[in-house]
Structure formats: C-alpha cells, structure tokens
C-alpha cells in the first residue's frame, strides 16, 4: 500500500499541472485512468457502485463524486480530484482541492481550511486515541475559523475494499467510537463548506453539492496507524 500511494501521489501531482481554465474535466480523467493503467493499477473507483470514470472531479458547490464531462473548468474556478488505485491487490485514495486560474483571497483561505483541517485530524491518528478525537479536532479547527464540516459524508477504512470499516466522521465528541488499533490502514477526508453544511444529490444521482450553493471544499489521504502515530501513504518521497 506504501508502495501504491507513492504512484497515487505522483499521479495527482501530474494532474494538479493540468488543472487550467479551458480543460475539460473529461480530460482530466482521461489522463487518471491512462497514467494508472501505465503504473500496473487498477482504477478504485470506475464502476463501483456505478461510478462511470477513474477520477471524481467535483466543481465548486459539488462536493464529491463529480463525474468528469466536457465541461470546461473556468477562471476563478475550483475542483475537488478524488481518485483511488487498486495496486497488488489492495486500495488507496487521496483527494485535492485546486484553484483554477486566479481565485479570491477567501477561496485560497478556505483551502488552506481544509488542507490544515486534515493535517491536524492526522495528528490525532495514534494507537489509544479514537475515531471521535479525529472528528472533534477537524470540526473544532473548522468552525473555529467561521466554517463548516459536512456531516451527512465521512472517511473511512481502505484496504482490499476501496470503501471498509471505521467510519470517520470529520465531527464528534473526543473520546468516542471505535479506538486507533496500530496497523489499521484509514483514509481522513475533511469535507468543508463555505456556507450551511446540508448536502443535496446532483442531478445525475451520482454526486452531492452543497444546499445553499455555497462553495465546498475537500482534501484526503490514506494513512497508516503506526506505533508511533500516523504514516501517510499518499505521499511523494
């Protein structure tokens, strides 16, 4: 899985570069699938549960599960990437939030939100902690900074399955739910709305957006439970 989340890793970084106004998000996941093929893995997420691509491209109230399109991603723009690889035979999952073109100062800053709200939910990811604590840390950071956390999505365990158990709830109460066991291999993914939390299906039943419209925002990494706390697996080395 180690070995998996490196490719993952440098697989988004390739796509980061072509996130541009005028790019079409089916392009986008044209070149997913292709530069996962190349490594020798497996799309996670073409055909689970009816997903139709290799790569989520979610665009500014939608939140996750975007199908990609000939849409064209505009100036001032944001896109959520979520991607999963299957790699000898097990999953892992990573997600970004990117500004296309030139965005707004509050934009950037709620990025910033959301990548600083999976780093401190990271910290939280040791032996003896619980699923709880990971939640009341993500959630207190966000609506601390005058956001909010989507309560109706979650992150959860990765393994031979794309999707498995725990739940991890991104808001809680320190303390509960199922204890941090070492070597349990989870995926954190903070989910943060510039506006009320209450999600609603897109119109192609696939995806969620925001109720009122407001922009939202999601970061992701799949990380392992070490003895001496989180190792993240989505990462360059």
């Not at 609506?143 to 794309?162: D, S, T, Y």
């Amino acid at each position: 899985m180690a070995e998996g989340g490196r490719i993952l890793a440098g697989i988004v970084k390739e796509l980061e570069k072509k996130v541009k106004p005028g790019i079409a998000t089916k392009e986008l996941d044209r070149v997913a699938e292709t530069l996962i093929l190349k490594s020798g893995g497996e799309p996670s997420f073409k055909g689970y549960q009816g997903f139709p691509a290799t790569l989520c491209t979610s665009i500014n109230e939608e939140i996750v599960h975007g199908i990609p399109s000939a849409r064209k991603l505009k100036e001032g723009d944001i896109v959520s990437l979520d991607i999963g690889m299957k790699y000898k035979g097990f999953h892992t999952d990573m997600a970004v939030t990117l500004p296309v073109g030139r965005v707004s100062p509050e934009v950037q800053r709620l990025i910033k939100v959301t990548k600083k709200a999976l780093k401190r939910g990271i910290k939280k990811v040791r032996p003896g902690n619980t699923m709880g604590d990971i939640g009341n840390t993500i959630q207190r950071y966000v609506e601390g900074q005058g956001f909010n956390v989507v309560r109706e999505l979650c992150g959860h365990g990765i393994g031979k399955e794309v999707h498995e158990d725990p739940q991890i709830l991104n808001y809680g109460k320190r303390g509960t739910g199922p204890e941090i066991k070492e070597g349990m291999v989870l995926c954190l993914e903070p989910m943060v709305t510039a506006g009320g939390w209450e999600l609603v299906k897109t119109e192609d039943g696939q995806g969620f957006k925001t109720k009122d419209g407001s922009l939202s925002y999601h970061f992701e990494h799949t990380i392992v439970v070490a003895r001496d706390g989180a190792k993240v697996l989505t990462v360059l080395k």
